[in-house]
């Protein structure tokens, strides 16, 4: 699968918006674009993917770029609880397993 | 509708003690994974069954660890002789079918302690 990179920390105000950057430079026509979070002390839980249209669900928006060489989650109103390591991972023809790189660490502040 | 469920939360073994960690998946799925993440570092990819198969376990370490996803009862990891370095939360996901669009959920793991 191809490799991600992502920025190693982030902070964000509470109730504003948050931009989580991810780039996939290797990324392969027939890769997914999916993105997990996961809270301390819990198991990853998955945020949302796509392949090449911006999704939107009721927990982020997934922007991605027109040539799918990077992506970006949008979190609308950051709250506390948002506070996590993102996750952002392709997943292509190799197989299903997830491959989680180091991540980005949203820091929430009150 | 419960999600993944995974226990024991909290296990501690001995040196050389054997570890059997338990996931049973989301009700209607027959995919399972399991992953471990080491203290301070990123989760990595262990195993991925479907029912009675192993269908990779490339990231298996080759002596000591097994894992099965029996027809009846919850997939189980089992670790034998274990060492201080199996010290780690194991968790486990499941996915309803075997397509890449399709999203995996997870446990809250199971906290392996060694002794």
């Known amino acids: 699968d191809a490799k991600t990179t992502q920025p190693n920390s982030m902070e964000s105000n509470e109730e504003e918006p948050v931009h989580l950057p991810c780039n996939h430079s290797?990324?392969?026509?027939?890769?997914?674009i999916h993105w997990y979070r996961q809270l301390p002390s819990q198991g990853p839980e998955y945020v949302i993917h796509g392949l090449t249209s911006n999704v939107n669900n009721r927990m982020a928006s997934l922007a991605i770029a027109e040539d799918r060489k990077s992506s970006t989650l949008i979190l609308h109103r950051a709250t506390l609880r948002d506070a996590a390591v993102y996750y952002c991972i392709l997943i292509g023809n190799a197989g299903n397993m997830l491959t989680f790189g180091g991540g980005t660490r949203l820091m929430v502040k009150p | 509708n419960a999600g993944v469920m995974q226990n024991p939360r909290h296990l501690v073994r001995r040196r050389g003690q054997e570890a059997r960690l338990r996931c049973s998946p989301v009700k209607g799925h027959s995919h399972v994974y399991w992953y471990r993440q080491l203290p301070e570092e990123g989760l990595k990819f262990m195993v991925y069954?479907?029912?009675?198969?192993?269908?990779?376990e490339s990231g298996m370490p080759k002596e000591r660890f097994s894992a099965e996803f029996p027809k009846e009862g919850p997939s189980i990891l089992r670790i034998q002789q274990v060492v201080r370095g199996d010290s780690a939360a194991y968790f486990c996901?499941?996915?309803?079918?075997?397509?890449?669009?399709?999203?995996?959920?997870f446990g809250d793991g199971t906290r392996l302690s060694i002794l």
């Open positions: 069954l479907q029912k009675e198969n192993i269908i990779d």
């Open positions: 996901a499941s996915s309803p079918k075997e397509r890449k669009n399709q999203p995996q959920h």
């Open positions: 290797t990324i392969s026509g027939t890769d997914y």
